[in-house]
């Protein structure tokens, strides 16, 4: 099991920036996969960065260039570096994890962008 507990959300203007945080209860070497995913109001949630046990990263398309995932190994934490953010950024941003073949939450952390 994993618990994530994730932190550093707000109300930032259009062109500001934000810097997530996901703290896991256990060494995130022994976590597949670690993605950050985000839910706007009335759509469906999807993830927007991922980085595997190995350090690869990945992004979608729409944050590619504007956020940033990376790791510290000795704090069990993954971060989302989030800039040049956008009204439709807004949304609960969550941080997921992947034990073998276990997905796991956290409950999240609004994030709204201010036009």
């Known amino acids: 099991q994993v618990q994530l507990v994730e932190s550093g959300g707000g109300l930032v203007q259009a062109g500001g920036s934000l810097r997530l945080s996901c703290v896991a209860s256990r060494n995130i070497f022994s976590i597949n996969r670690m993605d950050w995913a985000r839910q706007a109001p009335g759509k469906q949630r999807e993830v927007v960065a991922g980085i595997t046990s190995g350090g690869s990263t990945n992004y979608a398309d729409s944050v590619k260039g504007r956020f940033t995932i990376s790791r510290d190994i000795v704090k069990n934490t993954v971060y989302l570096q989030m800039n040049n953010l956008k009204p439709e950024d807004t949304g609960v941003y969550s941080c997921?994890?992947?034990?073998?073949?276990?997905?796991?939450w956290g409950q999240g952390t609004q994030v709204t962008v201010s036009s």
């Open positions: 997921n994890a992947w034990v073998a073949f276990t997905n796991y």
